[in-house]
Nanobody, 125 residues
Framework: QVQLVESGGGLVQPGGSLRLSCAAS????????MTWFRQGPGKEREFVAG????????PYVDSVKGRFSISRDNAKNEVYLQMNSLKPVETALYYC??????????????????WGQGTQVTVSS
C-alpha cells in the first residue's frame, strides 16, 4: 500500500521559514516524480514545485521562485520543500504527490498517481 505522509507544517510569522517533508512508502520512490501542491481557503489547488527522479529538473510556480526550494533524498524515500520569506497569502494545506509517467505536465493534478493527506501551513502574525 502506497503512503505519502507530509510533515513540518505549522504556524509561522510573515517572512519566516518552514521545511516540509513528505515520506513515501510502498513504492519505488526513485522511479517517481514528486511534487508539492497547495490549496488555500476558498482557492483552487495550485502547483508549487516539482522534482524529477534525479533532481536535475525542478520547476516552480513563478510566485515562489527564489524563495522555495524542492529537494529529494532517494535513500530515505523523502522529498522536501524549504520555504523562506513566507507570506500570509501562502496559508494553505500543502500536499505532496507522486507520478511515474514520463513527460508529465507537473502542474496538472491528473498526472499524479498518489497523494498525501497534507500538512497545514499558516502564515500569520
Amino acid at each position: 500500500q502506497v503512503q505519502l505522509v507530509e510533515s513540518g507544517g505549522g504556524l509561522v510569522q510573515p517572512g519566516g521559514s518552514l521545511r516540509l517533508s513528505c515520506a513515501a512508502s510502498g513504492l519505488t520512490f526513485s522511479a517517481y516524480i514528486m511534487t508539492w501542491f497547495r490549496q488555500g481557503p476558498g482557492k483552487e489547488r495550485e502547483f508549487v514545485a516539482g522534482i524529477n527522479w534525479t533532481g536535475n529538473e525542478t520547476p516552480y510556480v513563478d510566485s515562489v521562485k527564489g524563495r522555495f526550494s524542492i529537494s529529494r533524498d532517494n535513500a530515505k524515500n523523502e522529498v522536501y520543500l524549504q520555504m523562506n520569506s513566507l507570506k500570509p497569502v501562502e496559508t494553505a494545506l500543502y500536499y505532496c504527490a507522486a507520478a511515474q509517467r514520463l513527460g508529465i505536465n507537473y502542474s496538472d493534478g491528473l498526472s499524479y498517481d498518489y497523494w498525501g493527506q497534507g500538512t497545514q501551513v499558516t502564515v500569520s502574525s
